[in-house]
Nanobody
Framework: QVHVGQSGGGLVQAGGSLSLSCVASETPSPGAMAWFRQAPGKEREFVAFILWSGGSTRYADSVKGRFTISRDIDKNTGYLQMNSLKPEDTAAYYC????????????????????WGQGAQVTVSS
């Protein structure tokens, strides 16, 4: 059982920046860590992904160039830096961990992640 804890988020004006952190109780390797978000009345959607071994990343088109996912292997911690935030980025953001070695192939599907953080609200005002 991997325990996942999140921190960060908050309220910011459009164009501003926020960051999120996610700590796993065990290394996600050979799997990965990802960020998803869910706005009220909408389905949970993929935001960003990082393969724990090697650090390869993937982003949703809607955040590409504005968000950066990274990780600190020694601390079992992942980060999501969010810049140039827009009102449409407003959502609850969730960290997810999978220890599945082939998660790379199916990384956008939230059902393939076994461990989730508690969520953090990000609100962007216009």
């Amino acid at each position: 059982q991997v325990h996942v804890g999140q921190s960060g988020g908050g309220l910011v004006q459009a164009g501003g920046s926020l960051s999120l952190s996610c700590v796993a109780s065990e290394t996600p390797s050979p799997g990965a860590m990802a960020w998803f978000r869910q706005a009220p009345g909408k389905e949970r959607e993929f935001v960003a992904f990082i393969l724990w071994s090697g650090g390869s990343t993937r982003y949703a088109d809607s955040v590409k160039g504005r968000f950066t996912i990274s990780r600190d292997i020694d601390k079992n911690t992942g980060y999501l830096q969010m810049n140039s935030l827009k009102p449409e980025d407003t959502a609850a953001y969730y960290c997810a961990v999978s220890r599945y070695s082939n998660i790379w192939l199916i990384h956008r599907d939230p059902l393939k992640y076994d461990y989730w953080g508690q969520g953090a609200q990000v609100t962007v005002s216009s």
